[in-house]
Structure formats: structure tokens, C-alpha cells
């Protein structure tokens, strides 16, 4: 099997978790199918998260075009579910985006959305570690967030987690009413985020990191 297969190998999906509350949730890839599951996730999302999100995910084209276009070499949408009935419910959504070629394929960037009713009962926590997983699968080193300066739940989880402050972009986003807004760019080093991770016996509201 070569490196890339390697990469690709999702033969340990889906992955079976039980979380501090007693639920039971199983990690695994987004799929093309997810779509419908996937819109109904981000609606659940209460609309004061939302404007934190990059994307407008009320809109259905986004959703699609999201899982239309996979390509687990670009960005890896890991996603958290539960049984509803006998059916899916997608509670959470993690991604790792990270350049194919160029100066920055040791780079990655993180993003993770918690569903309102599954905050703070070790869901954050084990999505990050997945994401974690994959990265250094892949020879990351070094892991981005970007941040909305209004954004301060956020800020304050990071930096628990040992992320520093690399750059300040001015004015580099728009919200739906179009107030621009500064982006914070935070970093870690992914060796020093698994130390800490370790060392924090606390499960962090781990809810928007867009």
C-alpha cells in the first residue's frame, strides 16, 4: 500500500464512543449522502453560533456542494453521529483542511462544530483527538485556527489548549449584515497540543472553531 492509500485508509470507520453523559457516538467520514443529515445539523446549530461559521450553511447549495465535491486529500470531514430512531443524527462536524503541494503541506487547519445538546460531555475532546490522529497520519506539524475577533469563547478555549496568537488579518471578514470584522490566525505546534490535551482534565465547550 503506498502513502497515499495509507491516507486513505478508513478501514477503522466507524469508530464507537461512549461520551462522560452515557451516549453512545460513532465517528466515521462524510459521505456524499450525508447532505440532507448534514443541513439539518447546521439548522440545529443556534443562529448566535452560526455567525461565527466562514460559510453561510443556511443555504442548501453550500451543504451540497460540500458533499459533492469530497476530496479527503484537500479537507477530511470527520463526523460525529448517534442512532435516532434507527436512523443517523449527525451531532458533530470536525474538518482538516491542508494543502496538497507547496511550502505548507505541514500545515493544517482545524474546524469543529458541536451540536448545542452535546456540549461539554467529552464529544469536543474526542473530536479534536481524531483530528489530531489524522494529522499526524499525514506528517502535520503545525495546526491553524482562524478566528473572528468577536469570537471570544473561542480565544479562551484556545489558548487553554496552548495556542498562540500568530497574526491579526484587518477587517477580513464580513458578517451577514456586513460589519467587517478582524480575523485572530492561532497557531500550536501538534506536539505541544498532544502534551496539553493530556494535561487538561477538563472537557472545554468545544462548540465553534470555524
Same mark, same amino acid.
Not at 479534536?128 to 489530531?132: C, V
Not at 499526524?136 to 502535520?140: A, F, H
Not at 487538561?200 to 465547550?205: A, E, F, G, K
Given at each position: 500500500m503506498n502513502h497515499s492509500n495509507e491516507l486513505m485508509d478508513f478501514s477503522g470507520y466507524p469508530k464507537r464512543f461512549d461520551l462522560n453523559d452515557g451516549t453512545e457516538v460513532w465517528l466515521r467520514p462524510m459521505r456524499p449522502d450525508d447532505r440532507d443529515r448534514l443541513f439539518s445539523f447546521f439548522n440545529s446549530i443556534p443562529q448566535k453560533d452560526r455567525r461565527f461559521l466562514k460559510h453561510d450553511v443556511s443555504q442548501r447549495e453550500v451543504i451540497t456542494n460540500w458533499c459533492k465535491e469530497i476530496d479527503y486529500d484537500l479537507v477530511l470531514p470527520i463526523l460525529a453521529v448517534v442512532d435516532k430512531d434507527g436512523h443517523e443524527k449527525i451531532v458533530a462536524d470536525g474538518t482538516l483542511h491542508q494543502e496538497r503541494h507547496g511550502w505548507s503541506t505541514h500545515v493544517a487547519k482545524v474546524r469543529l462544530v458541536i451540536t448545542k445538546e452535546m456540549r461539554k460531555i467529552g464529544l469536543g475532546h474526542i473530536m479534536? !483527538? &481524531?483530528?489530531?490522529d489524522r494529522a499526524?497520519?499525514?506528517?502535520?506539524q503545525k495546526i491553524q485556527v482562524e478566528v !473572528? &475577533?468577536?469570537n471570544l469563547g473561542t480565544q479562551t478555549m484556545l489558548k487553554q489548549l496552548g495556542y498562540k496568537k500568530e497574526a491579526i488579518l484587518k477587517k477580513?471578514?464580513?458578517d451577514r449584515s456586513g460589519k467587517l470584522?478582524?480575523?485572530i490566525i492561532f497557531y500550536n505546534d501538534l506536539t505541544e497540543l498532544w502534551q496539553k490535551m493530556e494535561d487538561?482534565?477538563?472537557?472545554?465547550?468545544f462548540f465553534v472553531m470555524p
Open positions: 479534536l !483527538r &481524531e483530528l489530531y499526524v497520519m499525514r506528517g502535520i !473572528r &475577533e468577536d477580513h471578514a464580513m470584522h478582524d480575523v487538561l482534565n477538563i472537557d472545554l465547550d
